[in-house]
């Protein structure tokens, strides 16, 4: 199974239903971003503290990698920053055409797949902006590769990704309020489950085809690349397991 084909069939069609990672920010956003009153997040609620961020964004070239949904690219490009962003599918990439066109706002959009980036010259950005999207992706380690080979050095990455532990459960039952061991980690749709499921996941949930990482690929991998760790927090990550536990985790790093 073409996971990325899959994936981006249900990411158009959660531009469709108005998911909550699809809902571009509003005039009224945009327009506070220019005047200087902006946040942005990585993962479902905490925003990135304000010093992982360059002091001034006013023509710093930005990459929002696998950041489609008209979210945090609009609200980079009014603090003045020349925005890109990259994402496997179009109708998350449309969600920045709209705001761009409608707030009279310079997004280039670009349609691929987050482990390839060689459409990117190398040192191309200043910032790279990830969020909470490398699930979707079955190694994470080409990601962390390509992020450092375009970004200039001294760059800044920004990421969010899951804890992987609530893979450990079997996502129908916490859906249904049961947490309920099931998973050997690293998890994977592809073969962590039967194809019965799978279809039923996809097809009748609309879920996309996820993958875990462990934090060794997740953390060590960034250091791996080269990069440096110089931030980090934690916070919820949208499930039941939010009463006992922090299910997402950012991360800052400096190339070095």
């Known amino acids: 199974m073409d996971f990325l ?15 909550i990672w ?12 220019k005047n200087g009153d902006w946040n942005i997040v990585l993962t479902p609620k905490k925003h990135v503290p304000k010093d992982w961020f360059p002091k001034s964004l006013e023509g710093k070239k930005v990459l929002c990698l696998a950041s489609g949904g008209g979210q945090q690219g ?27 066109e409608r707030d009279s706002l310079d997004i280039r959009t670009i349609q691929g797949d987050m482990r390839d980036l060689s459409v990117f010259e190398d040192e191309s950005f200043d910032l790279i902006v990830h969020p909470w999207s490398n699930g979707y992706v079955d190694d994470v380690l080409p990601v962390w590769k390509e992020a450092y080979r375009v970004l200039k050095k001294g760059g800044t990455l920004i990421s969010g990704f899951s804890n992987p532990v609530e893979f450990i459960f079997d996502l129908k039952e916490m859906l249904d309020g049961r947490l309920v061991v099931r998973h050997k980690l690293p998890y994977s749709d592809l073969t962590s489950i039967s194809e019965e499921e799978l279809q039923e996941l ?5 879920e996309g085809i996820c993958f875990s990482h462990t934090l060794e690929n997740q953390i060590q991998g960034q250091i ?26 950012a991360t800052k790093a400096i190339k070095l």
Request: aromatic share 10%.
């Open 224 to 249: 791996s690349a080269g990069f440096a760790i110089a931030g980090f927090y934690e916070d919820i990550g949208g499930t039941m397991l939010d009463q006992y536990m922090n299910g997402s985790i």
């Open 74 to 100: 609009p609200i980079l490009a009014a603090t003045g920053a020349e925005v890109t962003v990259f994402d496997y599918c179009e109708a998350q990439l449309g969600q920045d055409r709209l705001v761009a």
């Open 202 to 206: 996809v097809l009748n949930q609309g």
């Open 22 to 33: 699809s809902q571009a920010v509003t005039s009224e956003e945009v327009e506070k971003a």
């Open 5 to 19: 084909k899959v994936n981006q069939k249900v990411w158009e069609q959660k531009v469709a239903d108005n998911y």
